[in-house]
């Protein structure tokens, strides 16, 4: 079955501590996402990558760091410069830039000690 | 500033009746609107979209309306099911870029058998 895999579906992290939190698709799609949900509140995008070795801060990128060494893996760390990490975080794929529909995660709940 | 609103935060309608969930715009530059359902703990998935050039986009028991002088979109479910109820999410783009996807904040729905 082919899909976005988070995990860990529940993290919670240190005060000072920076958190990994894992996105791997097998959907074979070019484009990925990071979103943050909050209550009350629509997806906030973070971060996104168009094509390996290639990323673009989305809207609230501050306090967080991507990679996209791999087509398939699309990793965001939660930096310690987040002061307020706590959130439901998102993870998307979209076949190429400038299809709309995107394929998200099942999530990650990041919760703050 | 919501570019995207969903002013209503829950809706409740019986079993078999129609559900009208409702999304306003502020940016006249978008021309391309999707509706997104999510269930707890789980990521959104793509339900219906319509593009500007068009007033009605309609997908078995959901259509999606579109008035673009009054900048409101709205999503009617017809007959509501008891598992239809989760977060709809509506959200809105320009110029085929992903990247660049605004959601609104959601309306929870709940149908009541």
């Known amino acids: 079955d082919g899909g976005i895999t988070q995990s860990p579906k529940y993290l919670f992290r240190k005060e000072g501590q920076n958190v990994t939190l894992s996105c791997e698709q097998n959907l074979n799609h070019d484009a990925m996402y990071w979103y943050r949900q909050d209550p009350g509140q629509g997806l906030r995008l973070i971060y996104y990558s168009q094509i390996v070795n290639d990323f673009q801060k989305g809207d609230i990128a501050e306090g967080y760091s991507v990679s996209r060494e791999k087509k398939e893996s699309f990793p965001l760390t939660v930096t310690s410069a987040q002061k307020n990490p706590t959130a439901f975080y998102l993870c998307?794929?979209?076949?190429?830039?400038?299809?709309?529909?995107?394929?998200f995660g099942s999530g990650t709940q990041l919760s703050v000690l | 500033d919501q570019q995207v609103k969903q002013n209503s935060p829950s809706l409740s309608v019986q079993e078999g009746r129609i559900s009208i969930l409702n999304c306003d715009y502020t940016n006249s530059m978008f021309d391309y609107f999707l509706w997104y359902k999510k269930y707890p703990a789980e990521g959104p998935t793509f339900l219906i979209s319509i593009s500007s050039i068009k007033d009605k986009n309609e997908d078995g028991r959901f259509t999606v309306f579109l008035n673009k002088s009054a900048k409101h979109l709205s999503l009617h479910i017809v007959p509501s099911q008891p598992g239809d109820s989760a977060v709809y999410f509506c959200?809105?783009?320009?110029?085929?870029?992903?990247?660049?996807?605004?959601f609104g904040t959601g309306t929870l729905l709940a149908v009541q058998p």
């Open positions: 998307a794929s979209s076949p190429v830039q400038g299809n709309e529909k995107l394929f």
């Open positions: 959200a809105a783009t320009y110029g085929g870029a992903t990247n660049k996807l605004i």
